[in-house]
């Protein structure tokens, strides 16, 4: 027993050090999991609310309707009825004069009706518009305006949904106030696990090592199940992107850690210190302070051991294009029929020279079963987006054989905006060199453009899925220069290259 308690101890110790290493390498990929975990667990809790319907009426005609969920985070829901200001033009060669207006009914910035108007006179009626709102058979607001040429109004309406909201469990504000410490949880549990391994290799206080490894295992392995079980969280970032494993791998490996951890549980008495207690206390708190300064370097640079897609030297067309001549999925479609009240099961083949409908069967549902999967490209959702999300320009990207540069902006409203000054410098000098330039961002257009014109970068934006830009590099903003497809280097926001550098580099 005592050999083999020791030799699980040793087993699970080089494993959390090897975990936590992996972790602490990127923090940041790591804080996005907590940080989805958060947000998953918070939206699950999140109690049923009911729904508010609105009714737009023009001329006693219905135009539009709306039933939507109350949002009990949502404290202001502004409802707008709008007359634009009426513009007099003269019509040349008389003395006439043509009114031009519109009119607009508005929810929270989105458009419900609008429609251009124009009139010869200033008295001119166009509609009677009337706006309902309710929830359930129960009035809520309600406001009618009649549309007259030359008359101006604005009317909101503050519909105060807040206070129709079903109160939330505590556990969801618990969550999603944790959202913003992800980071910082994050680097915790990294030297958390790194400590803990190096103290159950040296046996410093057995009893509260393994007590700790006990909580932090069971709250891992519910973490595993719940993205194995309900599909939630896909990877649940145990090695990071090192070791890629799928949800049911990563709780049957949570399983056998616990089983491990149990055993050295039951047999503790067998675990003796190495190192007298002073020097392990040294020796650990060394530790502490080592792999807290890896984690938070590796999280105000990059990682130090890149794992990620596209890192230095990888073809990403290579590992985004699907060849022609790929294996696509293959699906078993079988046919669910009921006659005398039982359901029969047919696939294609039985179902072949024979009428089911003759012979007195009924459809009720068809299935399909995946029995092959295709192929698959290791980056699958890299696009490159105009404003409207409708136009891809990836295939232009991959086109271009000479550098060219990315600068990703994972979320526009969170950049670090100490590295605008050398940013416009870096894009001062692509122009000059005539180097193409892809800035690249997963934030609403009305707020790229802000952020462009405050911050003067005069080049326009592409659009990305959110998740993809976030594995592209783990920095905001981040910088990415390619020769043709493959990737030279990478630049955090943290150390952006000067110009003299980065010519240095587009040279070579």
Known sequence: MKYIVNLFRVLVGLLFIFSGLIKANDPTGFSYKLDEYFSVFSADLETPQDSFNLEVLVNDSLVQTLTQSIDPSSTTNLLLLENDSWIPKPVPGTEDTVFFGGV?????????????LQAQKSDTTFYHIAVNATIGDSPLASQANTITAGQNYAKTIDLDLAQHANSQSSLVDFFQGLRPYALGLAIFLCVLEIVLG???LIGWAPKFTITLLVIIIALFTFLTWYSAYYNKVTDCGCFGDAIKL?????????VILSISILLILLGIRHIKPIFSKPFAV????????????????CWHYLPVKDFLKF?????IKDLAVVPEDAPTDEYENTFIYSKDGVDEEFSLEEMSGRNLADEGYTFIDRRDKLISKGFDPEIHDFKIMDDTRSNDYVDDFFADSSHKLLIVFNEIDQADLGAMSELRDLIAACKKQKIAIYPITASASDKVEAFRHEHQLDIPF????????????????GVVLFEGNVVKETWPSTRLPSVKRFLKKVAK
């Open 104 to 116: 607009s009914v508005v929810l929270n910035g989105r458009i419900l009706f609008s429609e251009d």
């Open 198 to 200: 190096l103290a159950l």
């Open 246 to 254: 799928t949800p049911w791998q990563s709780f049957n490996k949570d």
């Open 282 to 297: 040294k020796l650990l708190t060394v530790f502490i302070l080592l792999s807290a300064g890896f984690s938070a370097y």
């Open 311 to 315: 890192k230095e030297g990888n073809n």
């Open 462 to 477: 592409y659009f990305g899925d959110k998740t993809n830009l976030k594995s592209i590099i783990r920095s905001n903003p």
